[in-house]
């Protein structure tokens, strides 16, 4: 099994599997981490023989066997359902994730991948290539195709971090890996995929090419497919803005959907369906903007947790002496964990800042919700 894994995020939140390319380590996806990890317990799982992950010997290893070692890691921490995503041989036991287990994985994203990706010939010599002469001496030829021509001159340092993860692959566990990819055929199989799919190609990938992974697309019921410009084989990387936010579409709907489900959590369900009863054709656009941008993209940035944003909240809209919507942000707050004390605390702290009136006239507001029932908001 896998021996090497890392854990972002909270505790509670649902979990999201994230599996890498032949030849990384778990570092390939820090620039997604921040974004996902605010919403998922990201669990990053190394394949056998990568990243301190140990590689038993000799192999080949198949695409079933690193799919195992996956449910192994999460059958140690009590995970029963998963979303994963997965990019080229992380892709591979992605699919092969959902397609055998189809119960257990919620949602699933491909990049950069292939149900099949012959010829088997190639991948048998690269692991011999591998066994004669170690891992790194592949490094410059897989830049070649892991980034578009000249993107690693303008990304100084970036050289050295990947090739860094190369060397972490131990030599059996590259080769075996290798020929998991030369026996692979999954096409088969992907009929059995339940879980909402989503393909992401780069639009410059040698490996992996759009049409390449538009026939893997078209077998998986239901799936959809993006192609990211300016990307080659590692476009999470190369393209991490666009990348980021096509999985977080996927996984969590588009801002209008991600800031509508926490603007209910804030605000709660009665205010939100009066709100929304009231929109015509003058204020729609308004409304749809507030929900997309304040609470879609602001409110689920993951700088700050949703109670510390209650906070902020709450002192802004004291200093600027902003009642009503101070009066809905106070039950907000209290949705959100703070309590009576802290409440307080908050608006003494804004007192010195903003000023006693403002502050005298949201402790007579605040005194005013406290007293209410949340069982009538």
Known sequence: MSNAYRIDGPPEAPVLVLLNSLGTTAQMWDPQVPALSARFRVVRIEHRGHGGAAAPAPGPYSIAELGGDVLEVLGSMGVESFSVCGLSLGGMVAMWLAANHPERVESLVVACSAAELGPASAWQERAAAVRAHGVPALGPALLGRWFTPGYLDGNPGLTETVLGMLEAASTEGYAGCCEAIAAMDLRSELASITAP???IAGAQDPVTPPAKMLETHQLIPGSAMVVLPGAAHLANIEQPAPF???????LAGPPASRGESVRRAVLGDAHVNRSSAQANA???????????YAWGEI??????????RSAITLAALTALGHHGELELHLRGAIRNGWSEDEIAEILMHTAVYAGVPAANTAFAVAKRVLAEDPADW
Not at 244 to 250: D, I, K, P
Not at 282 to 292: A, E, P, R
């Open 299 to 308: 409110w689920t940035r993951p700088g700050l947790d949703r109670k510390t």
């Open 197 to 199: 799919t989503l393909l």
């Open 244 to 250: 980021t936010e096509a999985v977080l579409n996927h």
């Open 282 to 292: 003058f204020n729609s656009g308004f409304l749809d903007m507030i929900t997309s």
